[in-house]
């Protein structure tokens, strides 16, 4: 059995910061912990935007505070995702978040992420396992 909080992960190789500036991650759940998925908290910053397309996970995100207008980026379609609205990426959808106020959200993907991930230029996050070390950023 494991029991953590939020709160354990602050400060730790679990809580990972978007070089972009414009999300944070509490990855209560990962990979090693070897149950089939991953779990996190995520807070996407008011006024930002950021651009993703998980080609190699599904992923299902749960609003629990905050606003944001989600956009279907093949589609065009979009969604306002308040507090109690969940919304599944069941088909790797290229997709845009634009959070109104600070949104925070519980976020499951399968595959587990390793912790390790963050997005390349396209929006993706490479599928690691446990075994593999990160990708080498290269900064220009």
Known sequence: MIVRSFKDIEGTDRHVKA?????????????KERVGFSLH??????GTETSMWYANHIEAVLCVEG?????????????????????????????????KTDFRCVCVFNPPVTGREDHDENGVYPLLTEEEPAPQTVAS
């Open 19 to 31: 070089a972009t500036g414009t999300w944070e991650s509490k990855r209560i759940v990962l990979a």
């Open 41 to 46: 908290e995520t807070i996407l910053y008011a």
């Open 67 to 99: 606003e944001a207008e989600l956009t279907n980026d093949e589609t065009g379609e979009k969604h306002l995702i308040t507090p109690g609205t969940m919304y599944l990426l069941d088909g790797h959808e290229k997709h845009t978040m634009r959070p």
